[in-house]
């Protein structure tokens, strides 16, 4: 970090002010004693190298848990002109649509806390977990570019979840624009067999219980109350996610040498949002976007499944309900005011989720209109 000049700007922002080729200033979200943390940490020179990319509008950002990551920091957040900006596959990573789903249950704790053994072996033996796992469902080559196009829309109209799992689901579990034939065929070979699989790293699933409440009107919008059993499901697009990065960012990388875009780092490997390149990428994230909100819907079927079986319950005793399900790797195009002017931007979120305020055009639930909460 020694190149790196941080001015605070007040109890909780810092800026890397701009210096060699950074076209805006870095914006760091952060207290004191977090900040801290990060004096021997490369993630703000990663902010910092973001500032350099063409078409960046106004700053590059950083979210409080700022960590290393592959060319963009994760929790960092940056927008670009869709004109004359790129689009980088390290902004939105390696597990593209990686994602967290929440689920309530009728659950309280003292309802399971003598089985939680029982629960926890009949979920590892059940839930396909683990590098290269694969799951019950092999799907053909039709039906897998199905699930590509529909993404949690397909699990539903095949029994996996309802139509109300989609209204609690970011983009109603499907992103416009996903194109199969834009992904390679080791892509498409990865994926046939892994949806409805956790994988692993730091993805899990996780019976959770709520111990504490903060806000009594955002808790009751998300029909959530102290000592009920919740579940956590973190996961995203497999092994089709991670080879879709891995084929654009070869194919970028040769595309910025023909271009002459001078980056501080080759892990930044971009292309205009408009060129072939961009636009290619944009198809094939969608595709692996769409796959990992089927991948999370189903999982949330079998966990009920299980869970049935495991307490023998039935399902209305059992209550599953979707809270939310938000992606935080993922690029978008949207719309913003800047400085008075209406622009469309591809903003890259790494790690990072996108929350509105309350009674926001966005809100589709009818209980949440009223409280400020993530996208659904």
């Known amino acids: 970090m020694s190149e790196i000049r941080l001015k605070r700007?007040?109890?909780?922002?810092?800026?890397?002010?701009?210096?060699?080729g950074m076209r805006v200033p870095g914006i760091i979200y952060s207290s004191?004693?977090?900040?801290?943390?990060?004096?021997?940490?490369?993630?703000?020179?990663?902010?910092?190298?973001?500032?350099?990319?063409?078409?960046?509008v106004r700053y590059s950002l950083a979210m409080p848990d700022i960590h290393w990551g592959y060319g963009f920091p994760i929790g960092g957040v940056a927008a670009f002109d869709l004109?004359?900006?790129?689009?980088?596959?390290?902004?939105?990573?390696?597990?593209?649509?990686?994602?967290?789903?929440?689920?309530?249950?009728?659950?309280?704790?003292?309802?399971?806390?003598?089985?939680?053994?029982?629960?926890?072996?009949?979920?590892?033996?059940?839930?396909?977990?683990?590098?290269?796992?694969?799951?019950?469902?092999?799907?053909?080559p039709k039906e897998e570019r199905r699930v590509l196009v529909e993404g949690a829309q397909w699990a539903v109209k095949n029994g996996y979840g309802t139509a109300e799992d989609l209204e609690a689901t970011e983009d109603g579990g499907r992103i416009e624009g996903a194109d199969p034939?834009?992904?390679?065929?080791?892509?498409?070979?990865?994926?046939?067999?892994?949806?409805?699989?956790?994988?692993?790293g730091n993805h899990f699933l996780e019976i959770e219980i709520v111990r504490d409440i903060y806000d009594d009107k955002v808790a009751a919008a998300f029909g959530l109350e102290?000592?009920?059993?919740?579940?956590?499901?973190?996961?995203?697009?497999?092994?089709?996610?991670?080879?879709?990065?891995?084929?654009?960012?070869?194919?970028?990388m040769k595309q910025v040498n023909k271009l002459g875009i001078q980056l501080p780092d080759r892990q930044l490997a971009c292309a205009y949002v408009q060129s072939e390149e961009g636009q290619d990428y944009l198809a094939a994230m969608a595709c692996a976007a769409n796959y990992a909100w089927a991948n999370r819907q189903m999982l949330m079927h079998w966990t009920?499944?299980?869970?049935?079986?495991?307490?023998?319950?039935?399902?209305?005793?059992l209550g599953m309900r979707l809270v939310y399900?938000?992606?935080?790797n993922i690029a978008k195009?949207?719309?913003?005011?800047?400085?008075?002017a209406k622009m469309r931007l591809c903003v890259h979120r790494k790690g990072a989720t996108r929350a509105f305020p309350a009674n926001h055009i966005s809100r589709k639930v009818a209980r949440l209109k009223a409280v400020g909460c993530i996208k659904g």
């Open 333 to 340: 195009i949207e719309d913003f005011t800047i400085e008075g």
């Open 304 to 317: 009920g499944e299980t869970l049935q079986r495991a307490l023998q319950v039935s399902p209305r005793d």
């Open 181 to 200: 034939d834009r992904i390679s065929a080791r892509a498409m070979e990865r994926g046939r067999d892994q949806v409805g699989t956790l994988g692993s």
């Open 9 to 20: 700007i007040d109890d909780y922002r810092w800026e890397i002010t701009p210096f060699g």
């Open 32 to 56: 004191e004693r977090l900040m801290k943390g990060l004096e021997k940490d490369e993630s703000p020179k990663q902010v910092a190298n973001v500032a350099h990319l063409p078409g960046i």
């Open 325 to 328: 399900d938000v992606c935080h």
């Open 83 to 140: 004109q004359n900006g790129i689009i980088s596959p390290g902004g939105v990573g390696y597990d593209i649509n990686c994602g967290c789903r929440l689920v309530a249950t009728k659950l309280k704790y003292d309802d399971i806390k003598d089985r939680l053994e029982k629960l926890v072996t009949a979920l590892f033996r059940d839930i396909p977990t683990g590098v290269g796992s694969t799951g019950v469902l092999k799907l053909s």
């Open 226 to 252: 102290k000592d009920q059993v919740a579940i956590m499901i973190h996961c995203g697009s497999r092994g089709l996610g991670h080879q879709i990065c891995d084929d654009y960012l070869v194919r970028m």
